[in-house]
């Protein structure tokens, strides 16, 4: 079996570390309403559009699931 890279490593490390810095700010404002564009645009997290994109988007397929 293959070990994961070094490169695979730090993407999950730096996920992680915004999800628990951000995610759960992300995941309330959802809750509320609120589209990836409103939060960019209201709120000047330091962490890319892409990032909250992810955020935003595993947070609604988990509630599909429920």
Known sequence: MEEPSH???EEA???FT?????????RHL???G???DRIIKEFHYPIS??????IVD????????L
């Open 7 to 9: 490169g695979y490593f």
């Open 13 to 15: 490390l730096s996920n």
């Open 18 to 26: 915004k999800d628990f810095a951000y995610g759960g700010a992300i």
């Open 30 to 32: 959802v809750d509320h």
């Open 34 to 36: 609120y589209t990836v």
């Open 49 to 54: 559009r892409e990032s909250i994109e992810k």
């Open 58 to 65: 595993r947070y609604r397929k988990e509630k599909e699931q």
